[in-house]
């Protein structure tokens, strides 16, 4: 049985949608730009024969 005295629906789970799709598009941009720039410091290394 649910007390509905105060009108209130309990604990509620409110979810930005925006927000999430948001943050995950930064998180997504920073890990490919991170990747990328790994992959041009190897090629340029090895372009230039630093390569470790």
Same mark, same amino acid.
């Given at each position: 049985?649910?007390?509905?005295?105060?009108?209130?629906?309990?604990?509620?789970?409110?979810?930005? /949608? +925006?927000?999430?799709?948001?943050?995950?598009? #930064?998180?997504? $941009?920073?890990?490919?730009? /991170? +990747?990328?720039?790994?992959?041009?410091?190897? #090629?340029?290394? $090895?372009?230039?024969?630093?390569?470790?």
């Amino acid at each position: 049985m649910t007390d509905e005295r105060d009108g209130s629906m309990g604990q509620v789970i409110r979810i930005d /949608e +925006a927000r999430i799709k948001d943050h995950l598009g #930064e998180m997504v $941009r920073g890990t490919v730009e /991170e +990747a990328l720039n790994a992959m041009l410091d190897v #090629e340029a290394d $090895r372009l230039w024969g630093w390569a470790l």
